[in-house]
């Protein structure tokens, strides 16, 4: 029998700084088993809808290849496969190697998947490698959104499709920051014995850009035909932009 090492005295990754990735990346590591039972749990599964939303707003076509940055532990890869089909490839890729351990479990047996150690600050592809891209959930762990955004525009070829989908500081919904900051962190502690990756989930939350800043993001990388959708009475939001 094996006994977990006790990680609920383990520190949250500082918001901005350097060393911030690296951090990150450790918090992941340490939650990855339990991550998925984890964001049922506090998104009471809507989680769900908000990635096929994201999804949907990449356009696929069968055969083609698109690249999951902050893939985790693959989670949109179940609702990019059916999109691209047999014929098309999913790339992942993602700063925790226990994150992408289990993404390799769930998703081995596609010869049509490839699960990547790498930053999304200097994502491991060639430029004009890809049909699309998305990043879910991962924008506000960055030390840079600009360069993500520009890495991003560099591999994806002319008229393909970059999504985001993410958390806003901005939500309409009363009580939001209520949950967020007491019920969140009580929950992701009794499930995973980590309490401080939860908070920093709402500490990240309150630190990341407005959709609408995000949208000015998207602009000034170059991308044009720029959308947001808020989901989740605008706690959640798809913001979607064409490469040129």
């Given at each position: 029998m094996t006994t977990a090492t006790p990680v609920t005295h383990a520190a949250a990754p500082a918001v901005t700084g350097e060393g911030r990735e690296h951090?990150?990346?450790?918090?992941?590591?340490?939650?990855?088993?339990?991550?998925?039972?984890l964001?049922?749990?506090?998104s009471l599964g809507m989680h769900r809808g908000w990635k096929r939303a994201a999804v949907k707003a990449l356009n696929l076509q069968p055969g083609q290849q698109v690249l999951d940055v902050a893939t985790g532990t693959g989670?949109?890869?179940?609702?990019?496969?059916?999109?691209?089909?047999?014929?098309?490839?999913?790339?992942?890729v993602d700063i925790s190697d226990e994150m992408l351990n289990v993404a390799r479990q769930r998703f081995g047996q596609h010869t049509n998947t490839t699960f990547t150690l790498g930053s999304a600050m200097a994502l491991p592809l060639a430029d004009?490698?890809?049909?699309?891209?998305?990043?879910?959930?991962?924008?506000?762990?960055?030390?840079?959104?600009?360069?993500?955004?520009?890495?991003?525009?560099?591999?994806?070829?002319?008229s393909g499709t970059i999504v985001s989908l993410d958390t806003a500081p901005d939500p309409w919904l009363p009580g939001f920051w209520w949950y967020f900051n007491l019920v969140m962190p009580t929950v992701g502690k009794l499930?995973?014995?980590d309490n401080a990756a939860y908070k920093y989930l709402a500490q990240s939350t309150k630190a990341f850009v407005t959709p609408q800043q995000l949208q000015t993001m998207f602009?000034?990388?170059?991308?044009?035909?720029?959308?947001?959708?808020?989901?989740?009475?605008?706690?959640?939001?798809?913001?979607?932009?064409v490469c040129n």
């Amino acid at each position: 029998m094996t006994t977990a090492t006790p990680v609920t005295h383990a520190a949250a990754p500082a918001v901005t700084g350097e060393g911030r990735e690296h951090d990150v990346a450790g918090m992941f590591n340490r939650i990855a088993k339990r991550y998925d039972v984890l964001n049922d749990c506090i998104s009471l599964g809507m989680h769900r809808g908000w990635k096929r939303a994201a999804v949907k707003a990449l356009n696929l076509q069968p055969g083609q290849q698109v690249l999951d940055v902050a893939t985790g532990t693959g989670d949109l890869v179940q609702y990019l496969l059916p999109t691209v089909g047999p014929t098309g490839q999913v790339t992942g890729v993602d700063i925790s190697d226990e994150m992408l351990n289990v993404a390799r479990q769930r998703f081995g047996q596609h010869t049509n998947t490839t699960f990547t150690l790498g930053s999304a600050m200097a994502l491991p592809l060639a430029d004009n490698s890809v049909d699309g891209a998305i990043i879910s959930f991962g924008l506000r762990n960055v030390d840079n959104v600009p360069q993500v955004l520009a890495e991003l525009a560099r591999v994806v070829k002319p008229s393909g499709t970059i999504v985001s989908l993410d958390t806003a500081p901005d939500p309409w919904l009363p009580g939001f920051w209520w949950y967020f900051n007491l019920v969140m962190p009580t929950v992701g502690k009794l499930i995973s014995g980590d309490n401080a990756a939860y908070k920093y989930l709402a500490q990240s939350t309150k630190a990341f850009v407005t959709p609408q800043q995000l949208q000015t993001m998207f602009a000034n990388a170059g991308l044009s035909h720029i959308t947001c959708q808020r989901l989740a009475f605008g706690s959640v939001a798809v913001v979607k932009g064409v490469c040129n």
